[in-house]
């Protein structure tokens, strides 16, 4: 299993979680599995030897998450680099899925427009994703001043729709902090970001690897759409990650190992 494996276990055991590494109960693969049965959760790890010794189907993750919906279990698919390069996120992602954590209310937060430098750091803190460019920012603040989580907003873009022009804008990115949770927090956001720029929609995607997408679900985005698994590359020797359009120029393809994610899903919400 090596040491990827051995740290997601020692992670469960510290955390007086109780699981399953036999997975014929539930379904099989060829990663380990972790089932958590008391949480209907199921950690996939994807360890990018056997990965690349496998040749798999592009369709491979976003299928196996669709037979454990089935069974009613969430998946989250870690894979080796995101562990290899920053696990003390990758705990706290973990600690905020499994464990009880420390809530507020939105209530006790005050929503507002933040600086790009606010987001970024937040991000890079919070969240497992690269922090994108951003047009609108907004921030939760507690009655410390302190930011308790943080949404992320495209440019408006005219999209044609049922025969009507629609001004649309894409929310980028949502995040919480990882050590406490805000009850109504991205509902309170979404309603600020309304409120100040007057859209016609919002859209958004959930990456499956990492997300089910209920907090959008909760806030009356409908799902649209499925997309197809994406690709991306990862450096075989430092495991930086990388979009397929932002390969650095010093950078060969044969120094990168091609992956895919299991597919996005799409989300709107309309608001005229």
Request: aromatic residues 14%; hydrophobic residues 40%; positive net charge.
């Amino acid at each position: 299993m090596g040491q990827f494996g051995d740290w997601i276990c020692h992670f469960l055991q510290k955390n007086q979680l109780a699981f399953h590494q036999e997975s014929s109960r539930i379904l099989a693969s060829y990663f380990p599995i972790f089932v958590i049965f008391d949480k209907k959760f199921i950690l996939h790890l994807i360890d990018l030897e056997n990965f690349i010794k496998l040749k798999l189907p592009q369709t491979y993750f976003s299928n196996f998450i669709d037979e454990a919906e089935k069974s009613q279990f969430s998946v989250l698919t870690i894979w080796e680099d995101y562990w290899y390069r920053n696990p003390e996120k990758l705990e706290a992602i973990l600690r905020a899925k499994l464990l009880p954590t420390p809530a507020i209310y939105g209530r006790q937060t005050q929503a507002e427009r933040i600086s790009n430098p606010e987001l970024t750091t937040f991000l890079q803190k919070n969240h497992m994703a690269t922090p994108l460019p951003a047009k609108y920012k907004f921030g939760l603040r507690d009655y410390s001043g302190e930011l308790m989580a943080v949404a992320s907003f495209s440019y408006g873009r005219k999209i044609k729709r049922n025969q009507q022009i629609y001004r649309s804008f894409e929310l980028l990115r949502f995040c919480n902090r990882q050590d406490i949770r805000v009850h109504g927090g991205f509902g309170k956001l979404i309603t600020k970001f309304i409120q100040e720029l007057d859209p016609d929609d919002i859209m958004t995607y959930a990456d499956r690897d990492w997300s089910a997408g209920k907090v959008y679900q909760k806030a009356q985005f409908q799902l649209i759409e499925m997309t197809p698994p994406q690709k991306f590359y990862i450096h075989k020797k430092t495991l930086e990650r990388f979009h397929p359009k932002k390969i650095p120029k010093n950078i060969t393809i044969q120094e990168l190992i091609q992956v895919f994610n299991a597919g996005n899903q799409k989300y709107l919400r309309l608001l005229k």
